[in-house]
């Protein structure tokens, strides 16, 4: 059973300050990795993929891979109220893609 | 901006019914992609579709699921004989030059009575 693991949080920040969404996936040979975001009644909306190991930055978003340990981050800087959402992050095993469950971000005024 | 469209945006069928569920992608996309969300649950791969034929599928899609692109556009989804447990969103994504960056469609609710 391929498995990806998040936090299910939530996760409370307050504005302006830096969130940092965690990502954990079983199964070795993942290829590639992705962050969504998803709004409440909504459908998951890409925020960014990231391929080999390191950081990918994105405006106020950087994912980080690190394959050894199986690990995929995501920090967003200067958090607003309009980031709070559902936060997932995907795997992608030879064409097949597994979701993890998300964190819940909340960022108060 | 190209964007990913499904209808319809919710369908209520009974149990034992067949439906139908229709996406259009984004046109120049090549790769596209059937996922349901049960309410409450994570997001869970159905299928895989490229140049024409189903490139992966999950255990969930069993014998009655089907996907088609019956034309340049259109790409579907039919669930042969519903069942209560088939209740949920089903999202459609498609992908394109960029590998596996996925863009999701608004998604169809479909309940089963």
């Known amino acids: 059973q391929k498995e990806v693991e998040q936090n299910s949080g939530p996760l409370s920040v307050p504005e302006g300050a830096i969130a940092s969404l965690n990502c954990t996936y079983s199964?070795?040979?993942?290829?590639?990795f992705f962050w969504y975001r998803q709004y409440s009644g909504k459908s998951p909306e890409l925020i960014m993929s990231?391929?080999?190991?390191g950081d990918k930055e994105d405006g106020r978003f950087t994912a980080q891979l690190n394959k050894a340990s199986q690990y995929v981050s995501l920090l967003i800087r200067d958090s607003q109220p309009s980031d709070s959402a559902t936060y997932l992050c995907?795997?992608?095993?030879?064409?097949?893609?597994?979701f993890g469950s998300g964190t819940k971000l909340n960022v108060k005024p | 901006e190209p964007e990913v469209t499904q209808t319809p945006s919710h369908q209520v069928t009974q149990m034992g019914q067949e439906v139908i569920l229709r996406c259009v992608p984004i046109?120049?996309?090549?790769?596209f992609y059937w996922y349901r969300q049960i309410l409450g649950q994570k997001v869970e791969f159905l299928v895989s579709f490229y140049n024409n034929e189903i490139s992966e599928k999950s255990e969930i899609f069993d014998d009655q699921f089907s996907v088609e692109r019956p034309d340049g556009s259109n790409f579907t989804l039919k669930i042969r004989s519903t069942k209560l447990e088939d209740s949920a969103m089903y999202f459609c994504?498609?992908?394109?030059?960029?590998?596996?960056?996925?863009?999701f469609g608004p998604g169809t609710r479909l309940t089963v009575t």
């Open positions: 046109s120049n996309h090549l790769y």
């Open positions: 199964d070795r040979v993942s290829q590639s």
């Open positions: 990231i391929y080999s190991n």
């Open positions: 994504a498609s992908s394109g030059a960029v590998a596996y960056e996925q863009y």
């Open positions: 995907a795997v992608n095993n030879f064409n097949k893609f597994y």
